[in-house]
């Protein structure tokens, strides 16, 4: 599931594109942008505690922004870098509704180096869309 970082977009803030051929993947790609925003090595996360995660929202995009919001709370409130196992996005529901079941470890900064500390998902030039049959995310970060 690709993502890459854009450099030219926000100067003070990690901004990045996901993509993927379904919008499930899409939403994989962008959690491990955000993970891997925070930390030198995503392979470097075990997955030694398993947390399901579950959001309902109106619309994909703010599906999206909800559920990358979750990922930055983990790693705040409870101190776990979290990598995202199996997602599953209900679109048919009112409101749609996201499940995911991710697994990670308590940040370690022996073995996870710091790159940034994310503090939100912004709005600013966030948006999911379908085009040629992938889907694509553009975040900003907070940092």
Known sequence: MPYRYLEDVATADVAFEAKGE??????????????????????????????????????????????????????????????VE??????NATPMTLSALTKGETLDPERHPLLTDVKAVTMHRFSVEQTDGAWKATVVLDI
């Open 86 to 91: 199996e997602l599953d996005i209900d679109r």
């Open 22 to 83: 379904t919008v499930e993947e899409m939403f994989i790609s962008a959690a491990h942008a955000v993970t891997g925003a925070m930390v030198e090595r995503l392979d470097a996360v075990e997955g030694k505690e398993g947390v399901c995660i579950r959001v309902e929202e109106h619309n994909l995009e703010m599906l999206l922004f909800d559920f990358l919001q979750e990922i930055i709370y983990y790693k705040d409130a409870r101190r776990l870098l979290l990598v």
